[in-house]
């Protein structure tokens, strides 16, 4: 089985660009979530979608939004973007709602984002 | 809010020596708990998970976990760490209904 796959792998951007990162998860698995990972915070989540909802939302600004297609394909989009957005984001699939329910979570491996 | 904290940032041991990172979480209702590894270049992998049942939880490659609610603790445990041990350890929970939190990690460099 195909693990969950991130596009692009890196991307260049410039302050105030915006960007839309790609997540294909597990075949069968119908939760996406979002991480952003760096050195200083460490990994923070951003949202989790379940069957095209958002089920739970981090504590980051609206600019980092994000949306589940019905094939459980997800895009996340980061507009006027800062230097501080640079960072590795971080996809993670799981077979269903994953709070509460012990669902595991399956990364990919991450998009490397810098802004200059 | 849920949190996570792993009070050791960089572990330093030598090959054969015994390994155990701690982790504490705070305070809430039913609570899922999670070990991940991440090797240089690689993607982050679960290493083991405690839902419900017997506190001390068996993962891959010889490590374990055991949870003590009495103490909001679930340190990790290896009893003799290799070379390719090296990597970047996560403990991670989710508390309720809440979201999946990490704590900030714990670098471990074996040297051969």
């Known amino acids: 089985k195909a693990g969950v796959t991130q596009t692009p792998r890196y991307l260049i951007k410039t302050r105030g660009q915006q960007v839309t990162l790609s997540c294909s998860p597990i075949?069968?698995?119908?939760?996406v979530s979002w991480y952003q990972q760096t050195p200083g915070q460490g990994l923070q989540f951003l949202f989790e979608?379940?069957?095209?909802?958002?089920?739970n939302k981090g504590n980051f600004p609206g600019r980092f939004s994000g949306r589940q297609f019905s094939n459980s394909r997800s895009e996340m989009n980061v507009s006027t973007l800062e230097l501080g957005d640079s960072a590795l984001y971080l996809c993670?699939?799981?077979?269903?709602?994953?709070?509460?329910?012990?669902?595991?979570?399956?990364f990919g491996p991450g998009t490397r984002l810098t802004v200059l | 809010a849920q949190s996570v904290s792993q009070h050791n940032h960089h572990v330093i041991l030598s090959e054969a020596a015994s390994l155990e990172l701690g982790c504490n979480y705070s305070y809430g209702g039913t609570v899922n708990l999670f070990w991940y590894v991440q090797y240089p270049g690689q993607h982050l992998q679960l290493l083991l998970k405690y839902f419900s049942g017997d506190p001390l939880v068996k993962g891959i490659k010889g490590f374990e976990a055991e949870f003590i609610k009495s103490k909001f603790s679930f340190n990790l445990r290896k009893p003799s760490v290799q070379w390719s041990d090296t990597a970047e350890y996560f403990c991670a929970v989710v508390i309720g209904n809440e979201k999946l939190t990490f704590g900030t990690g714990t670098r471990l460099t074996i040297i051969p």
């Open positions: 993670a699939s799981s077979l269903g709602v994953l709070a509460g329910l012990g669902n595991e979570q399956f």
């Open positions: 075949s069968g698995h119908r939760s």
């Open positions: 979608y379940f069957s095209e909802t958002q089920r």
